[in-house]
């Protein structure tokens, strides 16, 4: 005959099972999270970053292009201090002074540093300067607890390495509603969005019909 050990032993492996299985739903859903939560903080990154070289290569040419209007300028003053009169630079001359301009930029973008004044510039638009890009992004609220372990467990780890906190990626207070965007926005956006608003009313209305 069997002993009673032999006859409960798998009724208490069951129930044991049946206990761990929440358990490992609930690790592999913490991990599925943490995994999505540093996906979005690389894509952040990645965005932030493109936009900001963008904004940066934007203001690099905007410089030389005040420089090019500056020489415009100086060659007019000197052009009517040496005829006495009133006598802007004829239109055919403006092409010996674009021109070098042009292959000043083109000489500082191939051998000169202007790919690290651009990262210089890039690096402060993003840690100085306020933009819609580099402020922290919006998470559903359900993401908040697996967020703060995340930064936990990274600041954690910064602190053991010397290294300070790291800054917030991410809230989860409200984002923006439409009052606060139809407030923000241009007129002529207003209008534009109303009527499309219309349209957008109509269509969902026929479709419920």
């Known amino acids: 005959s069997s002993s009673p ?3 409960w032993f798998p009724m208490g492996a069951w129930f044991s099972k049946q206990d761990l299985i929440p358990q490992a739903k609930r690790e592999v859903h913490d991990a599925l999270v943490k995994s999505k939560l540093i996906d979005l ?12 070289m963008k904004m940066a290569m934007g203001r690099d040419q905007l410089h ?11 060659a007019n003053v000197l052009r009517v201090a040496r005829y006495r009169r009133f006598e802007l630079l004829p ?4 092409p010996f002074i674009a021109g070098p301009v042009i292959f000043a930029y083109n000489v500082d973008a191939c051998y000169g540093n202007k790919m690290e004044r651009l ?3 890039k690096e402060t638009i993003l840690r100085t300067e306020e933009h819609w890009f580099n402020k922290p992004l919006h998470l559903p609220q359900s993401m908040q607890e ?21 800054r917030h990626w991410a809230v989860f207070d409200p984002y923006f509603t ?8 241009s007129p002529l956006s207003r209008i534009l969005h109303k009527q499309l608003r219309r349209q957008d009313t109509a269509a969902d209305v026929g479709s419920m019909d």
């Not at 030389?64 to 100086?74: H, K, R, S």
């Open 119 to 121: 990262n210089i510039e």
């Open 178 to 185: 439409d009052d606060d965007l139809w407030r923000s926005a």
């Open 41 to 52: 903080r690389a894509h952040k990154r990645q965005r932030d970053e493109l936009i900001a």
């Open 91 to 94: 239109i055919n001359h403006v």
């Open 5 to 7: 050990h032999g006859r």
């Open 64 to 74: 030389f292009t005040l420089g090019f209007y500056t020489l415009m300028v100086a």
């Open 146 to 166: 697996d967020y703060r372990a995340l930064m936990e467990e990274a600041n954690a780890r910064n602190l053991s390495m010397g290294y300070g906190p790291e």
